[in-house]
């Protein structure tokens, strides 16, 4: 997935990149981390989705309370 399409799958809120599908949407987590080149896998304690390639297991995720940011996005990272 290219950087573009990485960020269509987020919205910006102030300086935060929040996952638009939100909470509980376990296919679009995967679907975007599978293509994602910065996924990095959490801690396994961390981690809540089956499934290792998930961006609720990735370590560049923050909770909020409807859904999680992405720090990769919010550093940067992903341009």
Not at 7 to 33: C, S
Not at 72 to 78: P, S
Request: proline fraction near 1%; include cysteine.
């Amino acid at each position: 997935m290219d950087p573009i399409s990485v960020r269509k799958e987020f919205e910006q809120n102030g300086t935060q990149w929040i996952f638009r599908t939100g909470l509980g949407q376990y296919g679009k987590a995967r679907a975007v981390a599978l293509l994602c080149h910065f996924f990095a896998a959490d801690d396994e304690d961390e981690q809540i989705d089956d499934e290792l390639r998930s961006c609720y297991n990735c370590q560049y995720r923050r909770w909020t309370m409807t859904s999680f940011e992405c720090v990769a996005l919010n550093k940067g990272i992903i341009k």
